[in-house]
Antibody
Framework: EVQLVESGGGLVKPGGSLRLSCAASGFTFTDAWMSWVRQAPGKGLEWVGRIKSKAGGGTTDYAAPVKGRFTISRDDSKNTLYLQMNSLKTEDTAVYYC??????????WGQGTLVTVSS | DIVMTQSPDSLGVSLGERATINCKSSQSVLYSSNNNNYLAWYQQKPGQPPKLLIYWASTRESGVPDRFSGSGSGTDFTLTISSLQAEDVAVYYCQQYYSSPFTFGPGTKVDLK
């Protein structure tokens, strides 16, 4: 059974940093392309970015609102995906979902972790 | 970036009746080399993460009831629930995975009338 379990969310002040983790199991993480999707309270879904598998080049793509502030990385030895978020803004407040996303198509979602950016 | 729009924003449907949701992309998501439309539909129930329903515009994900169907090509797509059940009350999102950033539509809320 595929499982994606996010952690690391919480309350942070504007301008602060936070690192989210996603522990993956039930599939071959090394082969998977992974992404983060967020959802602000009461709003729709917003794609944040993705990282390809090492075999796929290991490259990353980001949405414009987070480019230069957020970094996606992976540790295949730990089956873990990361989202490093710097220079956080109030508009980054959202539930952040870890997803398995082959070429952009999301077939599995985690339960999400809430990030609140507020002074 | 490809902009996704959906209509209506919300709709009320009686049990057993048909629900139709439309999705439009600002540019074609049909990849001519393989004739596939890079368009997916997701269902999100309150307090839950989204769930994949349909991909390649019309292929149902495993385990999805056959009352859900997707159609369309190019820039115009439709999700149809042929006979609405109580458990189908949710918000439905379309998403293009043709090119990064892989944008979502704003969502359509389906309620019981």
């Amino acid at each position: 059974e595929v499982q994606l379990v996010e952690s690391g969310g919480g309350l942070v002040k504007p301008g602060g940093s936070l690192r989210l983790s996603c522990a993956a199991s039930g599939f071959t993480f090394t082969d998977a392309w992974m992404s983060w999707v967020r959802q602000a309270p009461g709003k729709g879904l917003e794609w944040v970015g993705r990282i390809k598998s090492k075999a796929g080049g290991g490259t990353t793509d980001y949405a414009a609102p987070v480019k230069g502030r957020f970094t996606i990385s992976r540790d295949d030895s730990k089956n873990t995906l990361y989202l490093q978020m710097n220079s956080l803004k109030t508009e980054d407040t959202a539930v952040y979902y870890c997803t398995r996303a082959a070429a952009g198509l999301v077939d599995y979602w985690g339960q999400g972790t809430l990030v609140t950016v507020s002074s | 970036d490809i902009v996704m729009t959906q209509s209506p924003d919300s709709l009320g449907v009686s049990l057993g009746e048909r629900a139709t949701i439309n999705c439009k992309s600002s540019q074609s998501v049909l990849y001519s080399s393989n004739n596939n439309n890079y368009l997916a539909w997701y269902q999100q129930k309150p307090g839950q993460p989204p769930k994949l329903l349909i991909y390649w515009a019309s292929t149902r994900e495993s385990g999805v009831p056959d009352r859900f169907s997707g159609s369309g090509s190019g820039t115009d797509f439709t999700l149809t629930i042929s006979s609405l059940q109580a458990e189908d009350v949710a918000v439905y999102y379309c998403q293009q995975y043709y090119s990064s950033p892989f944008t979502f539509g704003p969502g359509t809320k389906v309620d019981l009338k």
